[in-house]
Nanobody, 124 residues
Framework: QVNLVESGGGLVQPGGSLRLSCAASGSIISIDVMGWYRQAPGKQRELVAT???????NYADFVKGRFTISRDNTNNTVYLQTTGLQPEDTAYYYC??????????????????WGQGLQVTVSS
């Protein structure tokens, strides 16, 4: 199996920054796309940013210019550097590993995985 463990969330004042990390572990061969999603209370989960194994990034309009996604393919880790955080950025942030190829016994499989998520709260 594959596990995703996020870290770096917490409480920050408006205008502040946080760096979120997500490390994938297990018998991983490769991960096509890693990304961050978020879900605020009463709202649907939404895409924040994604990055392919080749480094191609995609951002939601509401974070362009404020958040930066990066990735360490060697360690199967994805980062989200957030700046200029606002109260509307308050949400539970989830890491996603899409198109993960991994070994199960003598075979390999391809699946998508989610982390448990972490809370980001922006408040004064």
């Amino acid at each position: 199996q594959v596990n995703l463990v996020e870290s770096g969330g917490g409480l920050v004042q408006p205008g502040g920054s946080l760096r979120l990390s997500c490390a994938a572990s297990g018998s991983i061969i490769s991960i096509d796309v890693m990304g961050w999603y978020r879900q605020a209370p009463g709202k649907q989960r939404e895409l924040v940013a994604t990055i392919t194994s080749d480094g191609i990034t995609n951002y939601a309009d509401f974070v362009k210019g404020r958040f930066t996604i990066s990735r360490d393919n060697t360690n199967n880790t994805v980062y989200l550097q957030t700046t200029g955080l606002q109260p509307e950025d308050t949400a539970y942030y989830y890491c996603n590993a899409a198109g993960t190829r991994y070994y199960v016994k003598h075979y390999w499989r391809r699946s998508d995985f989610w982390g448990q998520g972490l809370q980001v709260t922006v408040s004064s």
